[in-house]
């Protein structure tokens, strides 16, 4: 019995777990005569998911299905779904390996046996089989969204109807698909110019800003207010997004990168919502 692989088809499914399901079109060719078979059954068949032959995780599809053999046929097409649990583990595993494009390994291991005319069991040796599904940069990073894979890092940023807020945001946005994409350089980059971006929103609207942070604070003597300490937390953070830009000093990681687009993300948010509010009051004195 030699098996080979038709065709491999990945899916992400979210039910109370998330998983990949990966359906698989197996062929088995029989290499002895029709004639010597009246019946034959698959117990067990095992796919163990690798990439570079690294094993991930590993599936069961047992079944207990009697095929009837027909003598004008050599072979039978079995239709499989593997579904395996995508936590997190298994993603930031997959995600650890990735560089661009994936190529998922799935070695199939199917237990065989059947029934001669004379009504003689006999068992097949397990026989093997290895699916191979590529995967583009640009799919398996829609798969993790599906999934919700990016969640952990990816924040929303809240969008004020202020002129010029746009430019802003269309560079956090470019600054997420570079992290999705792992492009941590260019991620840090999209951060700087966000912040270039809103700094004119900002300097022109500070005054009015800094009131409604400040709103309710008592400083202290010879201490910094509350806004005077996020202006410089702003510079602090913008300062490490200069980084970016000098690959032949500083060497940008994912790390680097996913903080620093926590960081400038969580901060413009909260300095928008005050941007807004400041602009606002202003229209309506």
Request: charged share 25%; glycine share 2%; aromatic share 8%.
């Amino acid at each position: 019995m030699d098996l080979r692989v038709e065709s491999v088809v990945l899916t992400p499914e979210k039910r109370i777990n998330s998983y990949l399901r990966f359906d698989v079109t197996l062929i088995a060719e029989r290499e002895y005569s029709s004639t010597d078979l009246k019946e034959m059954t698959t117990t067990n068949i095992v796919a163990i998911l690798q990439i570079e032959n690294e094993i991930l995780s590993t599936s069961i599809y047992s079944i207990n299905n009697q095929i009837t053999v027909h003598p004008n046929k050599s072979y039978q097409h079995y239709n499989l779904s593997f579904s395996f649990i995508a936590n997190r583990n298994l993603l930031n595993t997959i995600e650890a390996y990735r560089s661009d494009d994936l190529e998922f390994q799935l070695k199939i291991h199917c237990t065989y046996y059947y029934k001669n005319q004379n009504d003689i069991i006999v068992s097949i040796p397990t026989r093997y089989a290895i699916a191979k599904k590529e995967i583009s940069q640009k799919k398996w990073i829609k798969i993790l969204e599906d999934l919700g894979y990016s969640e952990s890092w990816i924040l929303e940023v809240h969008r004020p109807n202020i002129a010029g807020m746009s430019e802003v945001i269309k560079h956090l946005n470019h600054a997420r698909e570079k992290l999705s994409s792992k492009s941590p350089k260019d991620c840090v980059a999209d951060l700087r110019s966000a912040w270039k971006s809103l700094e004119d929103l900002l300097n022109s609207n500070w005054n009015e800003v800094a009131k409604l942070i400040d709103r309710e604070s008592n400083n202290q003597d010879n201490k910094s207010s509350k806004s005077q300490r996020i202006d410089d937390l702003k510079k602090s953070i913008y300062s490490l997004t200069n980084t970016g830009v000098h690959s032949e000093v500083y060497d940008t990681t994912m790390l680097d990168a996913e903080m620093y687009y926590q960081q400038t993300v969580s901060l413009i948010a909260y300095l928008s919502k005050h941007l807004k509010a400041a602009i606002d009051s202003r229209m309506e004195s």
